[in-house]
């Protein structure tokens, strides 16, 4: 008989989140940045680096394309001078989507790359039609063939306005990766807005580049020749904090998180409050009490930067299973963001998916099932359920949930959880 001896979290639900922790480092912001320091001569340090697969998986790529890189007690340090190769393996590439951010990376520094179509979370179709059309924009040319796509500039890069369609996050990082080497000016139109975008801009122009405009929908970007590695601490993931949040406010608990950045999560302390959770905030630190039982929220409706991300949809959702009366969330972003709804189903939740809306009827109580990841914060979200369940939860291939969450389950225990993997 085939045993799945894939690593699981076993929870017993029920119990009340309380206590203090530490936020990571944002992985949306320590894998472009992993990347840009293809663009530095010398040595790079990261601070504040989460331990994830994905971060694992960035370091691999970088050691194939020649780079020295180490990761000791959260802080990455990455050597670039024996830069040798511009092919990531497929392996490599569909380990991950943020693979792709790669692409502009090489590209600034050897003018020739070739990468295979990226992997990632199953959001739906996940093209790269925007960064490709915009590297061209800087002169690109691409040759298609045996499943990779070959990228090279014969008259090396060139800026040029570049107007985006969506504000993609990872075009726009793409594009500023290509253009901070290359020759003039490139104007990025309707740009990316993240948080993630900023932290990026600002190791770069640390390293001696010229960006303005980062966090508002311009982005101009004066070429230069070169760039030398420097330091450059991690924003904190603010997708995490939404996590532990809604951990804390389904089991009627009361949390403090450490090294948080509050203009980052306006949105989201917002439908938190709105659901009678109490929030403060002094600098760096968020306190989170529960309310007796959570009230359903006005419809949530998942947009860029600042709006409600949609990262946070699937860890709200779960949270508002809990909820008296029903909330809706439409998801704006990705085409196919609800898989993980038939998982939380198996807990007892009463929710209704019609395309990129999903009504969520608050139930009194949820009972524990097993359930399987379908991708990261779907992963997240049954674990947030679990929590709450009544029982014993098995939550499985939760290989999805470890390329975004350091040591989720230790941290759940440190608030009192009782979380185990297995
Ligand atoms: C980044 O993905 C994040 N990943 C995602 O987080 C996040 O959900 C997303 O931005 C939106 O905020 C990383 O930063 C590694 P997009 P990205 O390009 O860059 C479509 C997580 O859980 N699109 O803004 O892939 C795309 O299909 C992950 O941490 C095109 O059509 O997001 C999607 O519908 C999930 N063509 C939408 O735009 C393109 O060329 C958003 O994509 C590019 C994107």
């Known amino acids: 008989m085939w045993v799945n001896t894939m690593p699981k979290f076993i929870i017993n639900g029920g119990r009340q989140l309380c206590g203090e922790l530490m936020v990571q480092g944002a992985k949306n912001s320590v894998l472009p940045l992993l990347a840009a320091t293809i663009l530095c001569s010398g040595t790079s340090v ?86 490709i059309s915009s590297l061209k924009r800087l002169g690109v040319m691409t040759n298609e063939k045996h499943g990779f796509i070959e990228f090279y500039a014969p008259n090396g890069l060139m800026g040029n306005e570049i107007n985006l369609s969506f504000a993609s996050v990872g075009a726009t990082e793409n594009i500023i990766l290509a253009a901070v080497t290359a020759k003039g000016r490139t104007i990025i139109y309707n740009a990316a807005k993240e948080p993630e975008i900023c932290d990026l801009c600002n190791f770069l122009n640390t390293c001696g580049a010229h960006i303005r405009g980062s966090g508002t929908d311009t982005i101009i970007i004066d070429g230069v020749d070169s760039l030398i590695g420097c330091e450059h601490n991690v924003i904190p993931d603010r ?29 989201i302390c917002s439908v938190f409050e709105e659901s009678g959770c109490d929030i403060s905030i002094f600098d760096n630190k968020l306190c989170l009490k529960s309310p007796p ?12 930067y600042p709006g409600f991300p949609t990262d946070a949809g699937p860890i709200l959702l779960s949270m508002l299973a809990l909820s008296n009366g029903s909330s809706i969330i439409v998801e704006n972003i990705f085409e196919n963001r609800f898989r993980y709804v038939d998982e939380l189903k198996r807990l007892g939740a009463n929710i209704n998916v019609e395309g990129r809306v999903a009504i969520i009827e608050g139930v009194d109580k949820l009972s524990a099932a097993y359930c399987r990841c379908t991708d990261l914060r779907g992963g997240a979200a049954l674990v947030v359920a679990g929590l709450a369940a009544k029982g014993t939860t098995i939550v499985d291939d939760i290989y999805h949930i470890k390329r975004g969450y350091e040591k989720i389950d230790y941290n759940l225990s440190l608030l009192g959880a009782d979380i185990k993997e297995v």
């Open 46 to 131: 990261l601070h504040n680096c989460p331990k994830l697969s994905d971060v694992a998986a960035s370091m691999n790529i970088l050691k194939h394309l020649g780079c020295l890189c180490q990761f000791d007690a959260g802080s990455i340090t990455v050597d670039t001078n024996n830069f040798k190769c511009s092919r990531i393996p497929d392996k490599l590439m569909l380990k991950m989507r943020s693979s792709v951010i790669f692409l502009g990376a090489i590209l600034g520094r050897c003018g020739f790359a070739t990468i295979s179509s990226p992997g990632g979370c199953e959001l739906g179709p996940r093209p790269i039609d925007l960064h």
């Open 239 to 267: 997708i995490v904090v939404a996590t532990f949040m809604a951990a804390a406010a389904i089991t009627g608990g009361e949390i403090v998180l450490n090294n948080i950045n509050s203009s980052h999560i306006t949105a």
């Open 293 to 304: 039982k959570l009230s359903r929220v006005s419809t949530i409706r998942t947009s860029i």
